[in-house]
């Protein structure tokens, strides 16, 4: 059984939450968005945080990512990102439902997703810019991008490494159907969030290195235990599971 008014009250908890760390960082409140990470919970409370106004939800796997947003193809202003890692021979099934893949880790995932983008009708293929898509434009969206850096060089987790960013970057760039927006990372598990700020901070200095607010805006990172230190570190998107939709069962 689904709690969604609990649901409903911990997303407005997480929300004024958010906002005192960016008070707190001197930042704009509006500066930093939540992303609601759902994976492994149902649509019913995906549904009860939609109903509280987020629009944004993240998920970690190919198939279950397919499944919801199926269920919930009639919720047309919601907007998935895919968070987790993304196989290549994948991205077929990822493009024609997210807004953004924020775990992009290799040149050759970033060209597999432009491969796969749902394809512009010929009849419109004029050449005009990206620029032009909007909603009323048959041209789809372009693909937002983030790629996901392994700043604290853990064997075990995916992203890029620091040397390896700029190829990345470059590839991603490359690619008129993709739109490079920022880096992602997910710091080494501690009980203390302080111990995540050298690796936030590692990122945000990557992100300054590699072209800064211009072409890297968006800096996602954070996540239920830390997103005070990750705000003051200059995140620009949080993502935040356990804190909004309760403990995950356990994977088996
Ligand atoms: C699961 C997950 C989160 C959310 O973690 P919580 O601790 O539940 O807030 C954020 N980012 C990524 C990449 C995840 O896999």
């Known amino acids: 059984m689904i709690d969604s008014q609990?649901?409903?009250?911990?997303?407005?908890?997480q929300r004024r939450r958010i906002e005192r760390a960016a008070a707190t960082a001197g930042r704009d409140p509006s500066?930093?968005?939540?992303?609601?990470v759902s994976k492994t919970h149902p649509v019913e409370a995906i549904v009860a945080a939609y109903e509280a106004g987020q629009r944004d939800f993240g998920e970690n796997y190919v198939q279950e990512l397919k499944a919801k947003a199926e269920q919930l193809a009639h919720l047309s202003d919601l907007r998935w990102h895919f968070i987790g890692h993304l196989q290549s021979n994948k991205a077929k099934y990822v493009?024609?439902?997210?807004?953004s893949v924020q775990s992009v880790s290799s040149a050759k995932l970033a060209r597999?997703?432009?491969?796969?983008?749902?394809?512009?009708?010929l009849s419109k293929a004029d050449g005009s810019s990206?620029?032009?898509a909007g909603p009323n434009s048959s041209h789809p969206a372009p693909l937002r991008i983030l790629v996901e850096v392994n700043v604290a060089g853990e064997?075990?987790?995916?992203?890029?490494?620091?040397l390896e960013l700029r190829e990345v970057l470059d590839a991603v760039d490359a690619e008129p159907r993709l739109r490079l927006c920022g880096l992602m990372t997910v710091p080494p598990f501690t009980h203390d969030p302080e111990a995540a700020r050298p690796h936030f901070e590692a990122l945000a200095r990557l992100a300054k290195d590699h072209g800064g607010q211009k072409r890297l805006p968006e800096l996602s990172m954070g996540m239920s235990h830390d997103a005070e230190v990750a705000?003051?570190?200059?995140?620009?998107?949080?993502r935040i599971g356990t804190a909004i939709f309760?403990?995950?069962p356990p994977k088996e």
């Open 6 to 13: 609990a649901i409903r009250d911990r997303l407005q908890e």
């Open 95 to 99: 493009t024609p439902i997210a807004a």
């Open 130 to 132: 990206d620029a032009a």
């Open 31 to 36: 500066s930093v968005a939540i992303i609601a």
């Open 112 to 121: 597999q997703l432009a491969a796969r983008m749902p394809s512009v009708p």
């Open 155 to 162: 064997a075990s987790k995916s992203g890029c490494s620091a």
């Open 231 to 238: 705000v003051s570190c200059g995140a620009t998107r949080v």
């Open 246 to 248: 309760g403990a995950r």
